[in-house]
């Protein structure tokens, strides 16, 4: 399974982004996505999950800003960010797990290269 994440850049605080990220390759085997960050200095946390039967994770951080999707037909999965803060400023990566629920770096099994936000205040 290969992972291309997009939709990263340079945004005001306040702002509005929404990143994708789609899957190729044996994309049968795809359940749990989600979207990690990781901010400079900082551990990679996860931020938003979103379970084989569309059930949904937020950290409290990103809690009522942030809204993840998916989408099967196209194996993609989405992270709107609204209300961005100079803190939200991270790479951010998505994930796959074979499994259908995943709340753990160890449960997911593929890695997109991950993509830059940043936010100006």
């Known amino acids: 399974v290969q992972l291309q994440a997009s939709g990263g850049g340079l945004v005001q605080a306040g702002g509005t982004l929404r990143l994708s990220c789609a899957a190729s390759g044996s994309i049968f085997s795809i359940n749990a996505m989600a979207w990690y960050r990781q901010a400079p200095g900082k551990q990679r946390e996860l931020i938003a999950a979103?379970?084989?039967?569309?059930?949904?994770y937020y950290a409290e951080s990103v809690k009522g800003r942030f809204t993840i999707s998916r989408d099967n037909a196209k194996n993609t999965v989405y992270l709107q960010m609204n209300s961005l803060k100079p803190e939200d400023t991270a790479v951010y990566y998505c994930a796959v797990a074979h499994r259908s629920e995943a709340y753990y770096n160890y449960d997911y099994d593929y890695w997109g290269q991950g993509t830059l936000v940043t936010v100006s205040s």
């Open positions: 979103v379970t084989s039967g569309s059930s949904t």
